[in-house]
């Protein structure tokens, strides 16, 4: 909070007992007044940012320090993500009342502008949207240019198929500079396996021709031990992204927690319940803070299938229902790796070669 964010507040509370009216009356009075427009500070406020989502929450005349405090530490740093929010959600994490967090969500909602829009806006939109590129010409084209922000992107396959070492290389193109073609953003990497390796790293920023240690240094990894843990960590990842403007978050593996927490016939539908939580959690984030998400996922085989496709990524229809895009990848010969999109709401399902190197994911050609 800045000193002149302090200084309003403790001025604030202090005509606040000159007129003997109590810190959460005045709180109430504030949030009725967002809610319905009338409040000129507000809309001063709101009206100088020039992206309305943005606007960070102790900035907004009306919250007062302790609220807002409870806000940040769990997350909320923004109205435009306090919009997104449910009520449930918000009495859980920040340990409020559920009228007050009906009233914030309102006042949020109202002055970000979560209604409909046109087609036409939403293609303009699209024009902008940046793509992160993985550096392989066949998965770029595979793509459509590349990882797209506010998305989910799902990798699924067997051991040794490349899920992990493409998720090391999209790390490297997001963090190097824009002049070796990157976006020089920080990346949030939530590691459940304990399988990141910076080594990984190093060797594939040397085949850019970048600084490692520059590279390393924007990459923030977060040892998952279990999947509370593993929400907890995505929980706290907005600030991150705020702070560093990271533009790429990374769970790997997605379900792994999940499949060795929950064993059973019994225990499926507590499961599922929980990886929807949480893939919704990584789906707002995304979109409220202008990222891509790229999550690992294992597999699973059906021995009873005689014919076609005997093997499917864990999570069933609830993984299915929440990815965006769902890349499918298989071995192949020696190196060589095959990537196939098996479902995404503007790519075919079409497939891709590519080879797992030292230097990283190339082309088979190279």
């Known amino acids: 909070m800045s000193k002149k964010d302090v200084a309003i507040n403790k001025k604030t509370s202090k005509s606040d007992t000159d007129t003997g009216i109590s810190p959460k009356e005045k709180e109430e009075e504030w949030l009725n007044e967002i809610v319905s427009g009338e409040n000129k500070k507000v809309k001063k406020a709101i009206e100088s940012e020039t992206d309305l989502s943005d606007i960070p929450i102790n900035r907004v005349p009306g919250i007062g320090p302790a609220l807002a405090e409870k806000l940040l530490n769990a997350g909320y ?17 920040c340990e409020i009342g559920e009228h007050t967090a ?22 303009e939109e699209r024009k902008k949207l940046v793509k992160i590129p993985v550096g392989c010409k066949s998965l770029d084209n595979l793509l459509d240019g590349g990882i797209e922000l506010r998305s ?31 976006l020089g953003a920080d990346v949030v990497y939530i590691d459940t396996e304990g399988t990141f390796r910076p080594e990984r790293i190093i060797h594939i920023a040397n085949r850019f021709g970048v600084s490692s240690d520059e590279i390393l240094n924007k990459i923030h990894v977060g040892r998952a031990y279990n999947s509370d843990h593993q929400m907890a960590l995505v929980a706290e990842s907005p600030k991150i992204l705020k702070e560093k403007g990271a533009k790429l978050i990374v ?35 995304a979109d409220v803070y202008n990222v891509a998400v790229v999550a690992t996922n294992q597999v699973m085989t059906k021995p ?63």
């Open 304 to 366: 009873d299938v005689l014919y076609g496709e005997s093997i499917f990524p864990i999570g069933g229809n609830i993984v299915a229902h929440s990815c965006t895009t769902r890349i499918y990848l298989r071995k192949a010969k020696g190196e060589k790796r095959i990537a196939r999109v098996i479902d995404s709401p503007y790519i075919p399902e079409i497939e891709a070669i590519f080879a797992i190197t030292e230097k990283g994911i190339v082309d088979v050609e190279e």
């Open 251 to 285: 769970v790997d593996s997605l379900t792994s927690h999940f499949r060795a927490e929950f064993t059973g016939a019994g225990s499926l539908l507590e499961r599922q319940q929980k990886l929807n939580k949480f893939l919704h959690q990584l789906l707002r984030i």
């Open 152 to 182: 989910l992107t799902e990798l699924s396959g067997e051991f040794r198929t490349g899920k992990t070492q493409l998720c090391f290389q999209l790390c490297v193109t997001t963090a190097m500079d824009k002049k070796y073609g990157g």
């Open 102 to 123: 009906k009233r914030l969500i309102n006042a949020a909602r109202r002055q970000v502008g979560v209604t409909f829009r046109t087609a036409k806006t939403l293609m």
């Open 77 to 93: 740093l923004t109205l435009a993500s306090i919009a997104h929010a449910s009520t449930v959600e918000l009495v859980e994490r």
